[in-house]
């Protein structure tokens, strides 16, 4: 009698082992949820042209107070301008990958940017075809894929305590006027153009909304090449500038930063 009751509890003993083993492989084998990939295509406005949007044809936009790749849309900024970020990102027709990344903003929070600037919705766009933060407050714009110059806000060393807008390109560096250039003239020759390249990217120029595409034609420089201006002063960089947003050349004499007029 004693041999059988130690014969069952091996049996129950075996059977429970078994059963329990059973149930942790099938959660073992069970497969982790997979992301599903989120797509930034290109939309197409009759005034703006080609602009971001998420895989709802959901403007994504741009802010001029970023300029050094670090967001400056913090607290009550963000109720009107929710941050996007996506981890796992396809890429519709006209977009590359390389042009994509991931910031760390000072909340905590992932942020993607584009070209380097970090990437937002606006709250009142309600839907796809909506860009209705086009312009507002002179420093927000939708987020173009091929932004000739975009506009920079910031204070600047030697021109103030305020925040000015200024002109820099795509990638957010800093553009400059030499005041002893004239009218749709430069003088900047030489050496002078090691330190200050001329900003010679001139043709199709594709500006924010709220500059004056009139304001900007080209000219021929002395060495023969082309030259940006705006209203009618030769446009240049500064070497030392090496990071976007950088304004190192503001302080230089007989140069200014290119501030737009008040």
């Known amino acids: 009698m004693q041999s059988l009751k130690s014969l069952l509890i091996i049996l129950l003993t075996v059977g429970y082992t078994l059963f329990f083993t059973a149930c942790s492989e ?37 802010f001029s107070r970023d300029v050094d790749g670090s967001s400056a849309c913090v607290d009550g900024c963000l109720d009107a301008w929710p941050v996007f970020h996506r981890d796992n990102l396809e890429f519709g027709s006209g977009l590359s990958s390389p042009d994509f990344g991931t910031i760390t903003r000072e909340d905590g929070q992932q942020q993607t940017t584009y070209k380097g ?17 086009e312009g ?20 600047v060393e030697g021109v103030g305590s305020d925040p000015i807008s200024y002109l820099v390109d ?10 002893n250039d004239e009218d749709n003239v430069s003088t900047c020759v030489d050496g002078c153009l090691q330190a200050w390249p001329a900003f010679s990217e001139v043709a199709d120029v594709v500006l924010p909304s709220t500059l004056n595409q009139g304001a900007f034609a080209s000219i021929d420089r002395p060495d023969g090449d082309k030259q940006l201006t705006y209203a009618g002063r030769p446009i240049y960089f500064f070497a030392q500038d090496s990071e976007r947003g950088d304004t190192n050349g503001a302080t230089a004499p007989n140069w200014t930063i290119s501030q737009l007029p008040q």
Request: proline content about 6%; hydrophobic content about 35%.
């Open 26 to 62: 099938d959660d073992s084998a069970t497969p982790d949820p997979v992301e599903t990939a989120q797509q930034v295509n290109l939309a197409n406005d009759g005034t703006l042209g080609p602009y971001l949007v998420n895989q709802d044809g959901r403007a994504l936009y741009f």
């Open 117 to 133: 600037w970090p990437l937002y919705y606006y709250s009142g766009d309600s839907g796809a075809d909506e860009i209705n933060g």
């Open 136 to 155: 507002v407050g002179q420093v927000w714009f939708v987020a173009k894929p091929d932004y000739t110059l975009m506009l920079a806000t910031q204070t």
């Open 170 to 179: 795509a990638e957010g560096n800093s553009l400059y006027y030499f005041l």
